[in-house]
């Protein structure tokens, strides 16, 4: 078993019925989903909604973002990042995250402060080994993309 939302669905199926299920999500992706807001948001923490809530509502049960965003990582360590301007219309489902390549996932929406990220290829710049530093380019330590301990 993956999670414990499908056994609680289930027991909730059995006690209030298919109707009750379907009252909730799209209707292709029906019931309820947990997603947990964390990051750059004034109350972050899980949630339970309907699958195809807007990711913007997400962040306003959330308490709304306590810094202006960036992007927001959609579905967890196997979603995408989202640039902050396209990701509040978006409906937290499969459908609805497909086009950045995201997917609800782990249930995951974790809100990136603007100013975090450096600007494209500042990382390719990074010294092989930082002043007074031990480590040598290609070792473990050498934290350039592509680079590992060989």
Do not use: K
């Not at 299920?21 to 972050?44: K, Y």
């Not at 709304?64 to 937290?92: C, I, K, M, N």
């Not at 530093?133 to 473990?140: D, E, L, N, Q, V």
């Amino acid at each position: 078993m993956q999670n414990v939302e499908t056994p609680a669905h289930l027991a909730l199926i059995a006690r209030y019925g298919a109707a009750w299920f379907r009252s909730a999500g799209t209707p292709a992706e029906l019931g309820t989903i947990l997603v947990t807001v964390l990051g750059a948001v004034h109350e972050p923490g899980v949630t339970e909604v309907g699958t195809g809530t807007p990711v913007g509502q997400l962040l306003e049960l959330a308490g709304g973002a306590s810094a202006p965003p960036q992007a927001l990582l959609l579905g967890g360590y196997f979603g995408a990042w989202v640039e902050a301007a396209r990701a509040p219309a978006r409906p937290f489902s499969s459908a609805g995250l497909a086009d950045p390549g995201a997917g609800p996932g782990a249930g995951l929406v974790a809100v990136l402060p603007a100013g975090s990220l450096r600007p494209p290829g500042w990382y390719a710049t990074w010294p092989a080994s930082p002043p007074g530093s031990a480590a040598r380019a290609g070792s473990a330590c050498d934290r350039r993309p592509g680079r590992t301990n060989r």
